[in-house]
Nanobody, 126 residues
Framework: QVQLVESGGGLVQAGGSLRLSCAAS????????LGWFRQAPGKEREFVAA????????YYADFVKGRFTISRDAAKNTVYLQMNSLKPEDTAVYYC???????????????????WGQGTQVTVSS
């Protein structure tokens, strides 16, 4: 069993930055692919970024390319989402997710992940 806890959300002005963290407990992240998703009010949960366990390959949604960076620290059992140049449309609850050995397009589907955090609110003011 894997427990995930996100942190780092908050209120920021447009153009600002935040770094989200997702710490795992219960077992190591080793072998797990990790993803970030978000859900805005009245909208479906959508893929933001993912990083695979093998070779640390990263995937991004088109709307965050060049602005967000996903990374992982194996020693700390933590995955990060560095968010720069934030826009009001980035406002959402951000969730991290984990699943064993996901690759390629499977990392983009929320249905691929068994383990989810509780979410952290990100609000970007204009």
């Amino acid at each position: 069993q894997v427990q995930l806890v996100e942190s780092g959300g908050g209120l920021v002005q447009a153009g600002g930055s935040l770094r989200l963290s997702c710490a795992a407990s219960g077992r190591t992240f080793s072998g797990f692919s990790l993803g970030w998703f978000r859900q805005a009010p009245g909208k479906e949960r959508e893929f933001v970024a993912a990083i695979t366990s093998t070779f640390g390959i990263t995937y991004y949604a088109d709307f965050v390319k060049g602005r967000f960076t996903i990374s992982r620290d194996a020693a700390k059992n933590t995955v990060y989402l560095q968010m720069n140049s934030l826009k009001p449309e980035d406002t959402a609850v951000y969730y991290c997710a984990a699943e064993y050995a996901l690759l390629s397009e499977a990392t983009r589907r929320s249905s691929s992940y068994r383990y989810w955090g509780q979410g952290t609110q990100v609000t970007v003011s204009s």
